[in-house]
């Protein structure tokens, strides 16, 4: 079964500064989407990027990148510019897309982001 | 953009009563749809599947007895707590699958049981 694993569980960071956060993966499969998502307060789910592992290049969105290392089963996110709303846990997430595989999301643990004014 | 509608946002009911959950996709087909629970400051841990007729597929350990789902529609997917209990308490999020951005999650259903 594939894991997925958020080493930290809290990190924070200076307004308008950038934060990695970590996330490794262990699967067999070839084939596979790994995203980012946040979750603020609310408790709303929110689609941060999403990582296809047939594609080399790096997902981006404005300030969100990551850093996709597949042969070391690696999924960081950078946060450039940070700020203040940008406060909220943040769950790493792997889904099959092995033929027969199921759809399901399997999470990490989270890290909470904290944003210093 | 795609959304999923989740009622009630909280709800509070007695202990030994159900309570059903409701998600619908307002702008899409749910070809599936995933129900989660989360306790506080944990990840979202999936409870079971369910495609759109046909019996949900629950995640080992959970009850199916106690919590039901249907999928009736490719719009609206249900989850209700029978007999509920404290230990039920928790956070419960729906999950749809069925646009090109992949999933869609509702806004979450805070139970509390007294």
């Known amino acids: 079964a594939q894991t997925v694993t958020q080493s930290q569980p809290e990190m924070s960071v200076q307004e308008a500064e950038t934060v990695t956060l970590s996330c490794t993966y262990d699967t067999s499969e070839s084939d596979y989407y790994l995203f980012w998502y946040k979750q603020p307060p609310s408790r709303q789910m929110i689609l941060v990027i999403r990582q296809e592992a047939y594609k080399q290049q790096n997902a981006t969105e404005n300030r969100f990148s990551v850093n996709f290392q597949k042969a070391a089963k690696s999924f960081s996110l950078k946060i450039s510019d940070s700020q203040l709303g940008d406060a909220a846990m943040y769950f790493c997430a792997y889904r099959s897309l092995s033929q027969g595989g199921s759809e399901k999301l399997v999470f990490g643990k989270g890290t909470k982001l904290t944003v210093n004014p | 953009g795609a959304v999923v509608s989740q009622h009630p946002s909280r709800v509070i009911c007695k202990s030994g009563t159900s309570v059903k959950i409701e998600c619908r996709s307002l702008d899409f087909q749910a070809t599936t749809m995933f129900w989660y629970r989360q306790f506080p400051k944990q990840s979202l841990m999936l409870m079971a599947t369910?495609?759109?007729?046909?019996?949900?597929?629950?995640e080992q350990g959970v009850e199916k007895d106690k919590f039901l789902i249907n999928h009736a529609s490719l719009t609206l997917s249900t989850l209700t707590v029978t007999s509920a209990h404290p230990e039920d308490s928790s956070f419960y999020i729906c999950s749809a699958s069925g646009t090109a951005r992949g999933y869609t999650f509702g806004s979450g259903t805070r139970l509390t049981v007294v």
């Open positions: 369910s495609n759109e007729g046909s019996k949900a597929t629950y």
